[in-house]
């Protein structure tokens, strides 16, 4: 949540990473980190990973021995809802839904978090419960 405070007035985003407990969709997925990557967009409605940084960002979650679960992005604004932008992007950089999409909203007193899992048909994509871990 401190990312996406950080980079107000617009989105955040970065990579996340740990393990991955699941054959499918049907199973658990444990966060370990995230991996801050500056918005080349600079945008209030949208994000860009800037290169160079995700490079460095792969780089470390390699040498964590993690593996690559997802994207993190933050809407300044509005619900941890994918926009229509977000659906879009991610038919094109996420074809196949092998990552797991997390919208911190940062609309309101308390920041919220929802994971997602976009529909490689452009279908509604399917929610995760997000739990905190010990």
Avoid: K, W
């Avoid at 409605?45 to 021995?65: K, N, P």
């Amino acid at each position: 949540m401190a990312v996406a405070r950080a980079a107000l007035p617009h989105e955040s985003c970065g990579l996340v990473s740990g393990h991955v407990d699941f054959a499918g969709l049907d199973g658990d997925v444990m966060i370990l980190a995230l991996h801050p990557v500056a918005n080349a967009a600079r945008s209030p409605t949208s994000f860009s990973l800037d290169g160079h940084q995700m490079i460095a960002a792969e780089e470390a979650i390699d040498r964590a021995g993690h593996v690559l679960i997802g994207v993190m992005h933050s809407h300044p604004t509005s619900a941890a809802l994918p926009s229509a932008r977000d659906l879009a992007d991610a038919r094109v950089y996420d074809p196949n839904s092998n990552l797991v999409h997390l919208i911190v909203s940062m609309q309101g007193f308390v920041p919220t978090l929802r994971a997602f899992r976009y529909a490689p048909d452009g279908s509604d994509p399917t929610e995760f419960e997000v739990i905190a871990g010990p």
